[in-house]
C-alpha cells in the first residue's frame, strides 16, 4: 500500500511554478505599465521642454530677423547649442532664406531603435517670429519663422534606465511575493496535507479504524479539521459495515460448517481437518485414529423420553467430546442424528488407538442427569487407522463408519477395528490386561529363580527372581507379552512390590536352611519413578531381615534414562544401604558411558541375544568382548545371560567374564528344586576338584 502513495509531482512545487510564473508576469506587465507611464511623462517634458526654449528666444530671434542682423541671431542660436539634446536650429525669413542655422549629430547608441520607437527620432518646434501691434484693428506681421529639433535619444536614454530599474526591482519584488506566498500556502496547506496522507498511509485496510487521523497543528476548526473529521466518521462506519459483513459470513458459514444443535464440525469440515491432519502427520511419520462413535438404540431414546431430552443428550456428549483427552490432540465432529466422529492424532499403534476408544466409551457411559432423570447411554465405535487402512481423508472415514455399521449389527458398547487381524488382536491385549488385573488378587504369580554362576570358581554366587503368570485358560504367558501391559497401565508398581516381597521372603527361607545366597530382581522403570521405591524396598529388607548386600536390583537402560537425575539419586542411596545395582540387558539401550560414570554400579548384563551367536557371529562376538572389556576397564563385574554350550562358557571364561547364567548350568528353578540343585552342582563341583587333583597326584 505504501507504493501507492509515493509522490510523483508534489503540489508544492506545481503552486511554486504557477505563484513564481504569475508573479512575474504580474510584475513584468506592471513594470510595463509604470515605464509606459513613465514613457508618457518624459514624452509631455520634451515636449514642455521645445515649447519654452522656442518661448525663451522667440524675442531675441524675432530682434535678430526684424534687424537682419545675422551675428545676433548666430549668438542666439549658439547660446542654444549648449543644450546636448539640440541638433538643429534656424531663423529664415519668410520665403525661407535662413538668416542663420546650426546642426549636430543624432546620439549614437544600441538602444535608439527602442527609443525612436517610442519617442521618435527627434522632434521639431517651430514658431512664427512677429511683433505684436498696439494700435486696435492692426493684424501683426510675420519676420520669419525660428526652428528647432530635438534629438529625443538623451532624455530617452533616462527612461530606459530608469525601466530597467522599474522592470528589475518589479521581477524581484514579484519573486519575493511567489516565495513568500509559497512558504505560506506550503505551512498551512501543503505540510499538513502531508501530513493527512502519512496518516492515510498508516491505515489499515482490513481494520480501518484502528489508525485514525490526527487534526495537523494548528488547524482546529478550520476546513482541514473538519475534513479530518469527515474521513474519521467515514473509516469507522467502513469499518462498522465490514465487521457487520463479516460476522454474517461468519454466521453464514458456521451454518454450513457447524451443526447447529451441537456446534461441532460437520461432514464436511471434519473432511477438510482430516486431511489437514493426515498431512501433518505424513510430514512426522506419526499416525492418527478415526473413530466413528454410534450411539446404542438412539432410536428408542427418543421415542420413550421424546425429541427435546434426545437433543440435550447429544448436546451433552459434544460437549464431553470437545473436552482435554490427555496428551492426544482429538477433533471430533457429529455425522447425522446418532453418530459421532472423533480424529485422535498422533496415536503410537493400534493398542494406543484403542486406549482412546476405550476413554471414549467410558465418557460415553458416564451418567447424564438431565431434569430428575439419570440417564446412561453406550456407544458402538469403528476406528481406522492412518496410514495402515488408508491414506485417502473420505475413504478413512467411510472405513470408520463402515466399521462401527458393522459392529452394532454384532453388539453394542464395544470397539471393532477396520481390519479383522488388527480387529482381533487388540481384543486379545484387551482381553489379557482385564485377565492380568486379577493375576495378582487370584494368586497366578510365581517366581522362579535362575542360579547365576562364578566362571572363575565355578560356584553358585546367586539367583535372579523371575516372574511367570500361569493363566487359567491360556496355560504360561510369556513375560514379554504381559509385562509391558503392565508398565502401560501401571499395574506393573504393585506387581514389582509383590515379587520383591516373595523373593525376599524365599531368600530369607533358603537362609534359614542355610543357603545365604544373592538375589538379583527385576526393577521397573516405573518402579523406579515412584517417590518412596527406596523406603518401600528397605522395609521390605528389614521386614524379611535380608542383609542389604544379599540383593541385587537389575535395571534396564530405559529404565533411568526419562530422569536421569532423578534415578542417580535413588540407586545412590540404595547402594549407600548395601544392595547392589546391575545394569540389564547391557548394549541393547542408549549405552552411555555419562551414566556408567555417574551411576552406582557393581555388575553389567550382557544380554543373550549377543551370547547366542557367540563365536558363530563376528559382530556378536566383538560386542561381547567389548562389555568384557568396559566392565574390566571400570571396576565393574560382567554378567553373560544366555549361556546354553560349554564352548560359550569356556570362551567367556578364558575371556575374563565374572558370572554367568542360562541353560547351560540349569534352567529358570522353582524355589524347592534350586536348593536341590544347589547342593547336586557344589557336589559335583568338589568331586570335580578331587579328581582333578587326583590326577595331579
Known amino acids: ?58 524675442d531675441p530671434a524675432t530682434q535678430a530677423i526684424f534687424s537682419v542682423d545675422e551675428e545676433l541671431a548666430e549668438q542666439v542660436l549658439e547660446g542654444l547649442f549648449e543644450l546636448d539634446a539640440l541638433i538643429s536650429a534656424s531663423i529664415s525669413h519668410p520665403d525661407g532664406d535662413q538668416l542663420a542655422s546650426r546642426s549636430s549629430q543624432l546620439a549614437d547608441s544600441s538602444y535608439r531603435p527602442l527609443t525612436d520607437f517610442f519617442f521618435g527620432t527627434s522632434r521639431t518646434y517651430s514658431t512664427s517670429l512677429n511683433r505684436s501691434v498696439d494700435a ?45 506566498a509559497f512558504i505560506l500556502i506550503h505551512w498551512l496547506l501543503t505540510r499538513p496535507l502531508q501530513h493527512i496522507v502519512r496518516s492515510l498511509t498508516r491505515v489499515d485496510p482490513a481494520h480501518p479504524d484502528r489508525y485514525l487521523l490526527e487534526c495537523p497543528a494548528g488547524h482546529h476548526g478550520d476546513e482541514l479539521d473538519l475534513y ?43 473432511l477438510s481437518n482430516l486431511s489437514t491432519s493426515i498431512s501433518e502427520c505424513l510430514k512426522s511419520g506419526e499416525r492418527l485414529a478415526v473413530c466413528c462413535c454410534g450411539i446404542d438404540d438412539f432410536k428408542s431414546i427418543n421415542e420413550q423420553l421424546g425429541y427435546h431430552t434426545g437433543d440435550q443428550i447429544l448436546q451433552t456428549v459434544a460437549e464431553r467430546l470437545q473436552k482435554p483427552f490427555g496428551n492426544t490432540r482429538m477433533l471430533a465432529g457429529r455425522l447425522n442424528s446418532d453418530q459421532f466422529v472423533v480424529i485422535a ?9 484403542a486406549e482412546v476408544a476405550e476413554s471414549l466409551l467410558s465418557l460415553f457411559s458416564e451418567k447424564m442427569s438431565l431434569g430428575d432423570t439419570p440417564i446412561r447411554i453406550t456407544a458402538t465405535i469403528g476406528v481406522a487407522i492412518y496410514p495402515t487402512d488408508t491414506d485417502h481423508p473420505d475413504r478413512l472415514l467411510q472405513h470408520a463408519e463402515h466399521t ?8 453394542s458398547n464395544h470397539i471393532r477395528f477396520f481390519i479383522a487381524s488388527v480387529d482381533q488382536e487388540i481384543r486379545a491385549r484387551k482381553q489379557l490386561e482385564k485377565d492380568l488385573a486379577q493375576a495378582l488378587p487370584e494368586r497366578q504369580f510365581h517366581l522362579v529363580y535362575q542360579p547365576q554362576i562364578n566362571l572363575q570358581s565355578g560356584r553358585l554366587v546367586g539367583a535372579e527372581a523371575l516372574l511367570r503368570w500361569n493363566h487359567p485358560e491360556q496355560g504360561l504367558v510369556p513375560p514379554d507379552h504381559f509385562i ?63 542383609p542389604p548386600g544379599r540383593l541385587e536390583l537389575e535395571i534396564t537402560e530405559t529404565g533411568f534414562m526419562e530422569n536421569m537425575e ?100 540349569s534352567r529358570p528353578l522353582p524355589p524347592e528344586e534350586l536348593f536341590s540343585f544347589v547342593a547336586d552342582f557344589h557336589g559335583k563341583l568338589e568331586k570335580n576338584m578331587e579328581n582333578t587333583e587326583d590326577n595331579d597326584h
Open 1 to 58: 500500500m505504501t507504493k501507492d502513495f509515493v509522490l510523483e509531482n508534489r503540489l508544492g512545487y506545481r503552486m511554486l511554478r504557477w505563484v513564481l510564473a504569475v508573479a512575474i508576469v504580474t510584475g513584468i506587465i506592471l513594470s510595463v505599465l509604470q515605464m509606459l507611464t513613465d514613457a508618457r511623462r518624459v514624452s509631455s517634458e520634451l515636449d514642455r521642454h521645445g515649447l519654452q526654449t522656442l518661448a525663451l528666444i522667440r
Open 136 to 180: 486696435p484693428g492692426e493684424t501683426a506681421i510675420d519676420y520669419g519663422e525660428l526652428t528647432l529639433v530635438y534629438d529625443t535619444f538623451p532624455r530617452a536614454n533616462n527612461w530606459i534606465e530608469r525601466s530597467a530599474v522599474t522592470l528589475a526591482v518589479g521581477i524581484a519584488r514579484a519573486l519575493l511575493a511567489a516565495f513568500a
Open 404 to 411: 462401527m455399521t458393522l459392529a452394532k449389527g454384532d453388539a
Open 484 to 546: 509391558p501391559l503392565a508398565e502401560l497401565n501401571g499395574s506393573i508398581v504393585e506387581i514389582g512390590h509383590w515379587v520383591l516381597n516373595e523373593a525376599c521372603r524365599q531368600a530369607a527361607a533358603w537362609a534359614a536352611s542355610g543357603l545365604p545366597i544373592r538375589i538379583a530382581v527385576n526393577l521397573s522403570a516405573v518402579q523406579l519413578r515412584q517417590p518412596h521405591i527406596v523406603g518401600t524396598i528397605l522395609d521390605t529388607l528389614g521386614r524379611h531381615q535380608i
Open 345 to 353: 492424532s498422533p496415536v503410537e499403534d493400534e493398542y494406543e488407538a
Open 228 to 270: 479530518v473529521r469527515a474521513t474519521n466518521r467515514l473509516l469507522v462506519a467502513i469499518e462498522d459495515s465490514r465487521q457487520r459483513q463479516e460476522d454474517a459470513e461468519a454466521r453464514a458459514n458456521r451454518l454450513t460448517r457447524y451443526d447447529r444443535l451441537t456446534g461441532l464440525p460437520t461432514r464436511e469440515t471434519i
Open 566 to 665: 532423578d534415578a542417580i539419586s535413588k540407586l545412590r542411596q540404595l547402594n549407600s544401604a548395601g544392595i547392589t545395582i546391575a545394569v540389564d540387558d547391557f548394549g541393547t539401550g542408549y549405552s552411555s558411558l555419562t551414566y556408567l560414570k555417574k551411576m552406582p554400579l557393581q555388575h553389567l548384563k550382557i544380554d543373550k541375544q549377543f551370547i547366542q551367536d557367540l563365536l558363530v557371529n563376528e559382530d556378536d562376538t566383538r560386542i561381547a568382548n567389548t562389555i568384557i572389556d568396559l566392565g574390566r576397564s571400570l571396576n565393574l563385574s560382567v554378567i553373560a545371560e544366555g549361556v546354553e554350550t560349554p564352548e560359550q562358557e569356556f570362551y567367556l571364561r578364558q575371556r575374563g567374564c565374572q558370572m554367568a547364567q542360562g541353560y547351560y548350568f
